[in-house]
């Protein structure tokens, strides 16, 4: 069977330097379109943060910067997200505590990841090197907070909710410092306000 005969590409798809066909426009106005609905949402959710941040009381406007608000909102639904994976394959499914705080926290990490990074801190910044510093931070706070601390207080007797929600609080500190002046921290002019 012959092979179909290829059509040239037309001149309004070349590219001028090397003649050769390039992404077509509507993909590109796609693709550009879909990169300022982004932005747009990161915006609004700064400002968001920002406002409510600025009518904190007891001073507390002057020294709470958005990004730690905004902190607090993405990972609060994070953290439900892990607390209610963890009672499903724990309470539910019977899984190991380890095996099952392992998963949930997993799960929730990556999504606190790509929010914080789109929402929060709207980094622009090679997504590469702030993974790796990512996975290092996680790292460090799952075998410190979550496993030392989660499974040492469950194993000592507490209940494994209150024990996650120790090692929640703990985390949370050290996270959110680790994120704003270790994986994100080309985005400091953000928290202006």
Known sequence: MPL?????VPESRRVPETGRAHETTRAHETRQAREAKRADRGERFAAAMAAVTRRLPFGLARIV???????GVINGFTFAVDMGLLTVMRSGLGWPLPVSITIGYVIAFGLSFVLNRAFNFRSHADVGPQVGKYVVVVTINYLAWILGVGSGLAALGVDYHLSRLIAGACEGVYMYVCMRWVVFR??????KG
Do not use: K, M, Y
Not at 4 to 8: I, K, N, Q, V
């Open 65 to 71: 910067p958005p990004s730690l608000l905004g902190f």
């Open 4 to 8: 179909p005969e290829s059509r040239p």
């Open 186 to 191: 080309d985005t400091g002019a953000h928290d």
